[in-house]
């Protein structure tokens, strides 16, 4: 008898998603497993959303950014008799294994489940905002990425056309990774991100002499969970640099579009390692891709741990906020 195995997106949609649930439909078959879908996230699976999973269910699908099971944040899954549920649901079809691609709230819920039921599981990391503890890569995150440096070259033409401030929002929450790594690979002129302490009135002199030098136009890109709003920065571009500003909070696009050939990639690889890691033991894994490749980490190491940056990015932020 074949054994069964499923699989959820659970929170925020990430373009990487469908590509891997291709991978987990086609390596479970070639492993011979009986592969399953949860619909909706984790509310799915306590309706009882569960679908045998076909490989004509995931033919031309690699190239859509979303998820075609859908997603969910689900409250419910935070109370026991929720869980309870969920746990006869997958216990009525046979399902012994579950693979989970979420976020840090995904994996907390996951972590209690598992406390609670003893239901094999295997997170893979699918956040834009790379605000995983144990992980330097999250699913989706190339392609956020690539989004984000499209959408600031795309703006820069019109702040260098009219002499502006264009003052640039990413997503991220309480993590400025998006922001950080998207002002060094696009030259911006200000960066502000949660991590670092600042203060407006330590970049005021530097902007200013770039302003007297010839430069016309400047581009910030700020992190969504700064003290200031993008208005807030916009004014003070005007007030003290004495530049026309506007504003573009690029929002819901960065978690959209066409997956990047790199998330493609990296979704093969998460899946091909979750579910070889569920086939031998590891029964509460969340596999992490960091300097050494790709690792199985305890779910204990992972869940309710802070993220932090890159220490070679943060480096790099304060060389290029000196200049």
Same mark, same amino acid.
């Given at each position: 008898m074949e054994r069964k195995i499923a699989i959820v997106c659970s929170g925020g949609d990430v373009a990487g998603m469908n590509p891997a649930l291709r991978y987990f439909v086609e390596y479970s078959l070639k492993n011979n497993l009986e592969p399953y879908f949860i619909y909706d996230g984790f509310e799915g699976l306590?309706? /009882?959303?569960? +679908?045998?999973?076909?490989?004509?269910?995931?033919?031309?699908? &690699? /190239?859509? *950014?979303?998820?075609?099971?859908?997603?969910?944040?689900?409250?419910?899954?935070?109370?026991? +008799?929720?869980?309870?549920?969920?746990?006869?649901?997958?216990?009525?079809? *046979?399902?012994? !294994?579950?693979?989970?691609?979420? *976020?840090?709230?995904?994996?907390?819920g996951m972590e209690v489940f598992y406390k609670e039921h003893n239901i094999k599981f295997a997170g893979i990391p699918s956040t834009i905002d790379n605000d995983i503890a144990g992980t /330097?890569?999250?699913? *989706?995150?190339?392609?956020?990425?690539?989004?984000?440096?499209?959408?600031?070259?795309?703006?820069?033409?019109?702040?260098?056309?009219?002499?502006?401030?264009?003052?640039?929002?990413? !997503?991220? +929450?309480?993590?400025?990774?998006?922001?950080?790594?998207?002002?060094?690979?696009?030259?911006?002129?200000?960066?502000? &991100?949660?991590?670092?302490?600042?203060?407006?009135?330590?970049?005021?002199?530097?902007?200013?002499?770039?302003?007297? /030098?010839?430069?016309?136009?400047?581009?910030? &890109?700020?992190?969504?969970g700064i003290k200031e709003s993008a208005n807030d920065i916009a004014k003070w571009f005007e007030d003290k640099i004495n530049i026309e500003s506007r504003v573009s909070i690029l929002g819901y696009i960065q978690r959209g579009g066409i997956p990047t050939s790199f998330d493609r990639l990296m979704a093969y690889k998460f899946i091909k390692y979750a579910i070889d890691g569920l086939l031998n033991g590891k029964n509460d894994s969340i596999i992490c891709f960091g300097n050494s490749g790709f690792e199985y980490k305890s779910i204990y190491e992972v869940a309710n741990q802070k993220y932090s940056l890159d220490k070679s990015l943060l480096e790099a932020f304060s060389y290029h906020t000196k200049g």
């Open positions: 306590i309706d /009882n959303k569960i +679908k045998k999973a076909s490989i004509f269910d995931v033919e031309d699908i &690699i /190239n859509r *950014g979303g998820t075609i099971i859908k997603s969910s944040r689900s409250k419910r899954f935070f109370d026991a +008799k929720y869980r309870a549920i969920a746990k006869d649901n997958l216990e009525k079809i *046979g399902i012994d !294994m579950l693979i989970v691609l979420g *976020g840090d709230g995904s994996f907390r /330097n890569y999250c699913l *989706g995150v190339d392609s956020a990425l690539n989004i984000i440096k499209d959408a600031v070259d795309a703006i820069r033409d019109t702040a260098e056309s009219f002499n502006r401030a264009l003052v640039i929002e990413t !997503m991220g +929450k309480e993590c400025g990774y998006l922001a950080l790594t998207s002002a060094l690979t696009s030259d911006a002129d200000l960066c502000l &991100i949660p991590e670092v302490e600042y203060q407006l009135s330590d970049f005021e002199e530097s902007l200013k002499q770039k302003y007297k /030098n010839g430069k016309k136009y400047f581009i910030a &890109i700020i992190a969504e």
